[in-house]
């Protein structure tokens, strides 16, 4: 049996958000890319330890490393929160459109519907963020940016796995709670919460 | 052999209301079945409980001889469903609807078969979901629920938006259908197209199986109306004073009677007289059924 008709079908729903948020990542890399040198002089930053650890590496943001995973961190809420739209989107949109009992009425597992779903929607934020890289490469070339690549690589992929934590938890609450406005604000709220209880935690250490 | 569907104690309820209670039910391979109810009786209940979409408070259903909850993937498997608010993908085509639903069955399907459907029922498969009418929209949904030519067809008021052509096509499809042993199990409340298609009807009123006959048998059952004629005058009301026999109208010609049951004893009365005409009507079942709704109880 294949679902991969299915997980083709997710990603062409969800193709333009994907282009839409590949090109709000492709903008937002490019200008902080190529706006590095103002920040360049920036030796100290005379902030409070409390206001540097919820900032994260805000503090070292004269170094390309640091000013660089300064802003590719700072994309993770806006994803994280477009991420979850979308999975809760995915199963709620079906149910509200009247479209799930002939779907759900195929032979195939509950669990694998939702997962075709699932890698249809990773795939299409996959695009998305891949998109920071042509985005870096031109910045870089336009500031004369000396950083490595590979380790802004790094620093992309290291997006993925919170794209794939909240793509899953938008899916879920889509799933469980099958309103669209519930699920996504819920899923929003606990967005807004892990992000302030991660920045909580940082002031702390 | 195992039947089509098998139903035992099925029922559903949601908090104090009863969707269905108790329905015992057994369909045979190539039987075409009418499930008959207005709305709200439980029609749409049992096709989705049967599908596993929702799950019974009691009893228990088995599809071919597999358990619907157990083996419900097993159970869709061998299923095409037409739901009755059919609502599609807007965004694609006929033909990438039947793609999209073809890649969920475990076999491959037969495409020549989906063009020559699509062929008689006049329907276009590169025109857009969305931009179908009604009527074409309903063909659509009856391919979908054909694609796999499974052993067991659950449709939900198939012919509901189809023109009386495509009505008459549809019928033939699923009379074919069942030629080949697919049981088709057929919910509506548009008695014409049980009359004409169906082999057994089950009528179901606010949740409970009222009856369960061919249809033919129901509507023996029946009131009929006669009509006679008398080329004289009419014989005196003494003579009609028959069980089953009631009448309805007088004038100095004409006599008009509701016969149940047989209608020998009203021909051996009438046969003294000189009868000019007589005509009899067999009750449509529209009647049958607005006769079951009001007498059986709820």
């Known amino acids: 049996m294949t679902v991969g008709r299915f997980t083709r079908k997710a990603l062409r729903d969800v193709h333009g958000a994907a282009i839409g948020a590949g090109v709000a990542v492709f903008l937002v890399v490019l200008l902080h890319a190529a706006s590095f040198p103002s920040y360049d002089q920036i030796q100290v930053m005379h902030s409070p330890d409390a206001l540097k650890g919820i900032f994260g590496e805000a503090g070292s943001i004269s170094s390309p490393e640091g000013y660089t995973g300064a802003y590719v961190s700072n994309i993770t809420v806006p994803l994280a929160i477009f991420t979850i739209v979308l999975g809760t989107r995915a199963i709620a949109s079906e149910e509200e459109a009247g479209t799930l009992d002939l779907l759900l009425s195929q032979p195939v597992g509950r669990p694998r519907l939702l997962l075709s779903k699932a890698v249809g929607l990773a795939l299409g934020m996959a695009l998305a963020v891949a998109d920071a890289l042509p985005a870096f490469l031109l910045g870089g070339l336009v500031a004369e940016q000396q950083m490595s690549v590979w380790r802004f690589l790094a620093a992309v992929v290291s997006l993925l796995p919170f794209v794939a934590i909240f793509l899953s938890f938008g899916l879920w609450a889509g799933a469980l709670l099958s309103n669209r406005a519930l699920a996504g604000t819920v899923s929003a709220a606990v967005v807004v919460a892990m992000y302030f209880l991660n920045a909580i935690g940082g002031v702390v250490e | ?298």
């Open chain 2, 1 to 298: 052999m195992e039947a089509a569907i098998l139903t035992e104690g099925l029922s559903k309820s949601y908090d104090s209301v009863l969707a269905l209670d108790r329905l015992d039910l057994r369909i045979e391979p190539g039987e075409i079945f009418g499930f008959l109810g207005p709305n709200g009786a439980g029609k749409t209940t049992t096709i989705r409980l049967l599908l596993d979409l929702i799950r019974p408070t009691a009893g228990r259903a088995s599809v071919l001889g597999m358990d619907c909850q157990r083996q419900s993937v097993a159970v869709r498997s061998s299923t095409g469903y037409l739901p009755g608010d059919l609502r599609l993908y807007p965004g694609l085509r006929g033909r990438e609807m039947v793609d999209l639903m073809s890649g969920l069955r475990p076999k491959p399907v037969d495409r020549g078969y989906i063009r020559s459907l699509a062929a008689r029922l006049e329907l276009d498969l590169e025109k857009h979901a969305g931009s179908l009418s009604k009527g074409n929209r309903q063909k659509l949904g009856i391919i979908l629920a054909l694609l796999a030519r499974p052993p067991l067809l659950l449709l939900d008021e198939p012919t509901s938006g189809l023109d009386p052509i495509a009505q008459r096509i549809v019928w033939d499809v699923l009379r074919e259908e069942a030629n080949r042993g697919t049981a088709v199990f057929f919910s509506s409340h548009v008695m014409s197209e049980v009359d004409q298609v169906c082999e057994r009807v089950g009528i179901l009123r606010a949740g409970r199986l009222v009856a369960v006959e061919p249809v033919a048998e129901l509507k023996a059952h029946q009131f009929r109306h006669v009509e006679v004629s008398f080329a004289g005058g009419v014989p005196p009301p003494e003579v009609f004073q028959l069980a089953g026999v009631r009448e309805l109208r007088r004038d100095h010609a004409t006599l008009e009677f509701e016969v149940a049951g047989a209608i020998a004893p009203l021909l051996q009365a009438l046969a003294p007289y000189h009868v000019r005409d007589l005509r009899t009507e067999q009750p449509t079942l529209d009647e049958v059924l607005l006769a079951f709704y009001h007498e059986a109880p709820a």
